[in-house]
Nanobody, 119 residues
């Protein structure tokens, strides 16, 4: 099994910053594309940002220029630096990773971390 554990969520005022972290552990050969998604009650989970094992990134239009995704392959960790936060960024943020193990490929998800942007 592979576990993803997020941290770094919390309450922040509009215009503030937070940095999320997600650490992967367990039996795996390699972590491929990793990403962050978010979900608010009553809505579908949406893509925030992804990063390949080579460092290529992709962002949702709503966060471009404000959020930065990065990863440390040696630590099996992906980060999401969130700046200039807006109330509409309030959501549960989930970490996701494509995992390669013994020739098989599957997707792992974390349990989520709450981000609340409010004054």
């Amino acid at each position: 099994q592979v576990q993803l554990v997020e941290s770094g969520g919390g309450l922040v005022q509009p215009g503030g910053s937070l940095k999320l972290s997600c650490v992967a552990s367990g039996r795996m050969d390699r972590l491929l594309t990793m990403g962050w998604y978010r979900q608010v009650p009553g809505k579908q989970r949406e893509l925030v940002a992804t990063i390949t094992s080579g460092g290529d990134t992709n962002y949702a239009d709503s966060v471009k220029g404000r959020f930065t995704i990065s990863r440390d392959n040696a630590k099996n960790t992906v980060y999401l630096q969130m700046n200039t936060l807006k109330p509409e960024d309030t959501a549960v943020y989930y970490c996701n990773s494509d995992v390669l193990r013994l020739g098989a490929r599957f997707v792992a998800w974390g349990q989520g971390t709450q981000v609340t942007v409010s004054s």
